[in-house]
DNA sequence: CGTTCAGTTGACTAAGGTCAATTCCCGTGG
DNA sequence: CCACGGGAATTGACCTTAGTCAACTGAACG
């Protein structure tokens, strides 16, 4: 069983058929370190899963400031939802920042699959609740002070700041790279 | 065609008969102000749809403090979609603001529709397509300063500030009430 | 008319940003 | 093995934004 099919498994009961069927529909894909899978501009029509490697989503505000709004670890999907599903452009970057391995299916694939059985549309309904339940959570954090998001990161994801360098994290807690260190030096 | 149907009909393309049978399924409640929709630590077993008067949603953080994270204006869905899905207790508020008249599906009617046929299932991927939209915006919007998010709230959503007291509006966009009642005065 | 509660205003304070200088780390070429 | 070059992190001085608290205004309603 692939990891993709495990991941599948957990979150809808299919049978062999429909896992193969999913299966097939993907292809490969590697980016190396700062390739983009999506850039501003452009319409996403995929959603992939990250085999291995390191992914950050950006968001460019009016004042072309770059923000990072997600990272995504291995075993997890990878795409701008927002894009995608609504088939508008997207206003964010999506880029690997170590050597990364993803498999993906593109749009077309996926609606096919979605109008033959139950459980497909079950499946896509799934990807969505449990995007969204992440979405969710992200929100109630940011009425939380940076300091106790930094706090909360600490506890929740502390591998996190091993892996990505600090200017990541600050710009994904929407602080200062300078704020960040002193908030780290306060200890 | 009732104000529901004419919202679902937007979204799926159901026949006659798969509306009369979303209807059936749906209960009447009336809410006056300040009454409770959904109290902290309920599990939200509904999803609403609002016909008239204005309801609002908010969460209790670690301090005990109370924050409003969304209006929900007439002909649209109300209900904590996380508690709802992930079936646990809900950390959110919902109130009416003003009396409120809707309608509702609970879950087990939703889940047996769900099962039905792929019209359905679509349907509820839809809804949380819909909704995770709405609340992908809101995260890239908290990059913003207060007061840039407060000048967005005023090209967007003028009509929000007419029929909400400001105070709200403060709590909504995460400042003081102090501070945005300085902002406003400073046109 | 008082009460009450939303909104305003001002003085003060604290959190966090900005800029610049410095240091640290690490890879690369000699 | 060393030198150096560049990006990341730290630190300090200073500034801006926004929060807090308290006093005041103002309208709404009995």
Redesign the pocket.
Known sequence: MTELEKYLSRIVNFDKAELDEISNLTKELTLNNKDFFLKEGQICNKICFLLEGLIEMTYIDENLEEHIIEFFFPNSFVTDYVSFLSNTKSDCNIRAISNSKLIYFDKDALNKLYDKSLNFQKFGRLISERYFVGFANRIKKTKL???QRYEMLLTENPELLQTV????IASYL????????????KK
């Open positions: 002070t940076p300091k360098p600090q200017y990541k929407g602080i200062s790279a300078e704020w960040l260190s002193k908030l780290r030096g």
